[in-house]
């Protein structure tokens, strides 16, 4: 027998046949599988990136040199005798915020930090001082939800 007729035999048999076609199916599968996981792990990196439901974090909006030593919270102002402000955290933390005619207020209609309203959520970006207030640079008002 020659190596020609050995190979159309092995060929033309329903064992090579059935076995070439379940590697192939194999190989598709795994391709797929593959490009399923590829596909979810970026998903989960974008939901990640912009946060639970909402908007991209923070630095969505602000450039990293912006401040790149800052501080920051988030949270719903609940006092606003200014030049303090007391915001609750997400963690249900009151945090004393210093604002002054130099804080950035941008968001909703606010322009000024006088005209923040109790009950807001805010993102507030400054450095704390040495009795731990937060010296506002840049709040943000984020849209009611």
């Not at 009950?119 to 001082?129: E, K």
Request: charge should be positive; charged fraction near 15%.
């Amino acid at each position: 027998m020659t190596w020609h007729q050995y190979i159309h035999r092995i060929h033309s048999s329903r064992l090579a046949t059935y076995a070439g076609v379940s590697l192939l199916c194999l190989l598709a599968g795994t391709l797929l599988f593959h490009a399923g996981a590829v596909w979810g792990e970026r998903s989960a990196m974008e939901r990640m990136r912009r946060g639970p439901g909402g908007p991209p974090p923070l630095f969505g909006f602000l450039p990293h040199s912006f401040m790149p030593e800052g501080h920051g919270a988030i949270g719903v102002i609940s006092s606003t005798s200014l030049p303090i402000l007391i915001m609750r955290s997400r963690e249900n933390d009151d945090i004393e915020v210093l604002v002054s005619s130099s804080t950035v207020v941008v968001g909703g209609a606010a322009r000024s930090p006088a005209d923040l309203t109790l009950d807001q959520t805010v993102v507030i970006v400054g450095s704390p001082d040495t009795s731990g207030i937060l010296q506002a640079r840049f709040i943000r008002v984020l849209p009611p939800r």
